[in-house]
């Protein structure tokens, strides 16, 4: 079974910024991490570096949508959600 590696970066020039947010991303979460290889680090420190770059770059979601009001016989109301992480 082949599998498709799709953590790629595709614009080469954006490597660079995306290093420094990973180190970044590191320091505010206590993970001490250096250039190059980082094999020595726990699963679990590697996740959290992994999840607070998720958890800067994941914008806020937001859903809209008309429905029939509950109180009121042949009305609508314009109800939306919006869902978004915490800083």
Same mark, same amino acid.
């Given at each position: 079974m082949s599998s498709k590696n799709s953590n790629q970066i595709n614009v080469p020039e954006a490597r660079s910024a995306m290093d420094q947010f990973? *180190?970044?991303a590191a320091s505010e979460v206590?993970?001490? +991490?250096?250039q190059g290889y980082n094999g020595d680090l726990t699963s679990r420190e590697a996740g959290s570096v992994g999840g607070? *770059?998720?958890k800067k770059m994941k914008p806020i979601r937001s859903a809209s949508f008309v429905r029939a009001d509950r109180t009121e +016989?042949?009305?609508e109301r314009r109800v939306t959600y919006r869902v978004g992480l915490g800083a």
């Open positions: 990973k *180190m970044e206590g993970v001490n +991490l250096k607070q *770059m998720v +016989l042949s009305h």
